[in-house]
């Protein structure tokens, strides 16, 4: 079969997760277009029809997906003829509500949600929720992930159909919870900081999803259309951003190699 695995990721969490997808359904002879949000070009939207499955992929920020993640699901359009979906989304805690939301949307457009999945992986926000993870944890949590993402394939290659739900006060509570952290946001944002120990490579700058960080007078700027999805502090080199003033431990540092970082 022809699918396409749509995906955002903000350290690589939720890349770890496609590319997995990716090489185990390859395997069984399916044919996988990969694409990066961020990168969308319209034209594919408009050929969606033309694939046997979709795969989205989404990270978690407060109990939902961020805004970008939204909009997107949003402006998939309507099809004639089902379309099975894969809904998948990655998070420091055991679930969250997006792939919920996904889903009502998706069915009301036509599409048939066979596999929906929330998959624990490294807490990268560990320093303001959670606790740090030491080595032997993070490997734990990419096995478990990893027999996760095998469940999916399996489920999905024996055209089973495997539901995570998440009750109605559940998805109710998650998007008050993601309103008020989107509220928030600018304020949060303005935690970020770059120290002297920046040398201007312009990683952060490039690579932002949101085009926020900018160089002004000499320095690294942080604006206001942050979406906190921390990519800036584990790629840079010299780790130079910190968060409330604290230098950040860069526990991310290798899984975020699996971007196309510029």
Request: positive net charge; hydrophobic residues 35%.
């Amino acid at each position: 079969m022809n699918g396409i695995l749509f995906y955002f990721s903000g350290t690589g969490n939720t890349k770890w997760v496609a590319d997995r997808i990716e090489d185990k359904l390859c395997k069984l002879d399916n044919t996988i277009h990969k694409v990066n949000i961020e990168n969308l070009d319209d034209d594919v939207l408009i050929k969606i029809h033309n694939y046997d499955f979709i795969i989205i992929g989404t990270p978690i920020y407060a109990e939902m997906g961020p805004k970008l993640i939204q909009d997107f699901v949003n402006n998939i359009p309507k099809v004639k003829e089902k379309i099975k979906c894969i809904l998948y989304s990655t998070q420091g805690g055991n679930s969250g509500c997006e792939t919920e939301s996904m889903h009502k949307i998706l069915c009301n457009k036509g599409y048939d949600v066979v596999i929906k999945v929330n998959i624990k992986m490294i807490n990268n926000y560990y320093f303001s929720v959670g606790k740090k993870p030491d080595e032997a944890e993070m490997a734990n949590i990419l096995r478990d992930a990893e027999k996760k993402v095998d469940l999916v394939v399996d489920k999905f290659s024996k055209g089973e159909v495997y539901l995570e739900n998440i009750n109605k006060t559940r998805l109710f509570l998650g998007k008050i919870a993601s309103k008020g952290f989107n509220k928030f946001l600018p304020k949060l944002s303005n935690n970020l900081k770059s120290t002297e120990h920046c040398i201007k490579c312009g990683m952060c700058v490039r690579n932002c999803p949101k085009g926020n960080i900018v160089f002004e007078n000499g320095g690294v700027v942080f604006h206001s259309n942050c979406i906190l999805c921390l990519r800036c502090i584990y790629i840079c080199p010299s780790n130079a951003i910190v968060y409330k003033e604290k230098r950040i431990d860069q526990i991310e540092k290798n899984i975020i190699k699996l971007l196309d970082i510029k």
